[in-house]
């Protein structure tokens, strides 16, 4: 992938877009069925022509784009729960990839579950369970844990449960990306106004 902030934006719009879907989840059960379908897409494109394929095109990151700008801005408009969340996907991107044998155990597995999605359909439940299972065998061996705020009976519905697991993977995934295309700690501390500007810039392209 080309190492450039526009290619960084994108990735964070997905990270972003993860992390919301998880927060409505845990809250109300029900996120945006569109916003969930191309984070999950992103963990099944396998062979990606460039960074916004790897989510089905730009116009799949739309909530994640407006997230990305808000987060970007005055501390005040800063929602510092996703932050956390946001925060706590690319620490743990940062150690899994340093473990190959789990990255091995990952890509095997969502070898399976694109075999189950090309039948049920991306956003099946037996899918989101399929991906559920490779989360919670794999990086949530790695601590320390993410510990997702929400109702308790959302949290407990093995449903919801299922597609919170699997938004954070995809949370992982986007974090991935954003090192392939040159992003870090440094890097986004460094240009948070400059990425607050390309997010605005590629939602306006959208409207």
């Known amino acids: ?34 916003d969930l379908e191309a984070c999950i897409s992103s963990l099944l494109k396998i062979n990606a022509d460039d ?9 799949k990151l739309r909530s994640g784009f407006k997230l990305l700008e808000r987060q970007m801005g005055p501390s005040d408009s800063v929602d510092t729960e996703l932050a956390r ?38 956003t099946h439940e037996n899918v989101m369970a399929s991906i559920a299972d490779i989360y919670q065998n794999n990086i949530s061996k790695i601590n320390p844990r993410i510990m997702v705020m929400g109702d308790p009976v959302h949290l407990e519905n093995p449903v919801v449960a299922n597609k919170i697991r699997a938004l954070l993977l995809a949370g992982i ?35």
């Not at 960074?51 to 095109?57: A, F, L, N």
């Not at 090192?179 to 440094?186: E, M, N, R, T």
Request: proline letters at 1%; aromatic letters at 8%; a positive charge.
């Open 85 to 122: 969340y946001g925060a706590a996907l690319v620490y743990l991107e940062g150690r899994y990839r340093r473990m190959d044998g789990m990255q091995k155990a990952i890509r095997s597995g969502l070898e399976r579950a694109t075999a189950q999605a090309a039948h049920f359909g991306i």
């Open 1 to 34: 992938m080309i190492k450039n902030l526009t290619n960084q934006t994108i990735a964070l719009a997905g990270l972003s877009q993860a992390i919301q879907s998880v927060s409505n989840l845990a809250k109300t059960g029900t996120t945006d069925a569109d």
């Open 173 to 207: 995934r986007s974090a991935w990306l954003w090192q392939q295309c040159g992003g870090s700690k440094f890097s986004f501390l460094l240009n948070r106004r400059k990425i607050r500007e390309e997010a605005r810039r590629l939602l306006q392209m959208l409207s």
């Open 51 to 59: 960074v916004p394929d790897v989510y089905g095109g730009l116009d």
